[in-house]
Structures are given as structure tokens and as C-alpha cells.
């Protein structure tokens, strides 16, 4: 399975916002819930939301109210709009293919894209 194609990252200061894309093909994007996850230096990667693919949604609890995510089926795309960036949310952002019912990943890792909040 080809890895999704994350984008969209980039230097922000705190309190702004970004919207991260996550591109997959069809035939996978369609059936699958999607999910995006974050790995900051020196941590563990962990679940930051994810998608359904009928577009029920889930949040980790530290993003909730600032984060949201969304999916785009005429251009097979999840987005994950981010708001009131903090610091913490510093971190190399990926998407993966989710187990929806456990918020973990299945697929292939991608290359990521650097999302950096700092003044």
C-alpha cells in the first residue's frame, strides 16, 4: 500500500492556525477511516483525530475545540484544520489508514509534514 501524502505544514505563531492535507487514492481513501497523528522530539507518536469514512469523528482530548478534522470525497482528502495553536502542538504531523474503533494505525508511514508554533 502506497503511504497517504501528508502537506501543509509550516512555522506558525502561537494562537494561529494551519490546515494540514492528507491525499490517498481512491480506492483506498473511500473505504477507510483516516486518521492523523503527531511525534514530537523525544516522544511517542499518538493519535491527534481521525475520520470515519461516513465522517464520524474523533479527537484526542488536547485538541479538542481547536482542531478539526474533515474529509473531501470528490478529491479523496482529509484535512485538519488547526486553531489557537500552542507550542506543544509542535511536532511532525502524519495520516495514516485508522482502526477507527481503536484510533490506531494500519497503514504505511509517510514523510510527514513539520508543523512548528513558535514566536
Known amino acids: 500500500q502506497e503511504p497517504l501524502v501528508e502537506s501543509g505544514g509550516g512555522l506558525v505563531q502561537p494562537g494561529g492556525s494551519l490546515r494540514l492535507s492528507c491525499a490517498a487514492s481512491?480506492?483506498?481513501?473511500?473505504?477507510?477511516?483516516i486518521g492523523w497523528y503527531r511525534q514530537a522530539p523525544g516522544k511517542q507518536r499518538e493519535e491527534v483525530a481521525g475520520?470515519?469514512?461516513?465522517?464520524?469523528?474523533h479527537y484526542t482530548d488536547s485538541v479538542k475545540g481547536r482542531f478539526t478534522i474533515s474529509r473531501d470525497n470528490a478529491k479523496n482528502t482529509v484535512h485538519l484544520q488547526m486553531n489557537s495553536l500552542k507550542p506543544d502542538d509542535t511536532a511532525v504531523y502524519y495520516c495514516?489508514?485508522?482502526?477507527?474503533?481503536?484510533?490506531?494505525?494500519?497503514?504505511?508511514w509517510g514523510q510527514g509534514t513539520q508543523v512548528t508554533v513558535s514566536s
Open positions: 495514516n489508514l485508522q482502526d477507527f474503533s481503536l484510533g490506531t494505525p494500519f497503514g504505511s
Open positions: 481512491r480506492s483506498i481513501f473511500s473505504v477507510n477511516a
Open positions: 475520520i470515519s469514512p461516513g465522517g464520524t469523528t
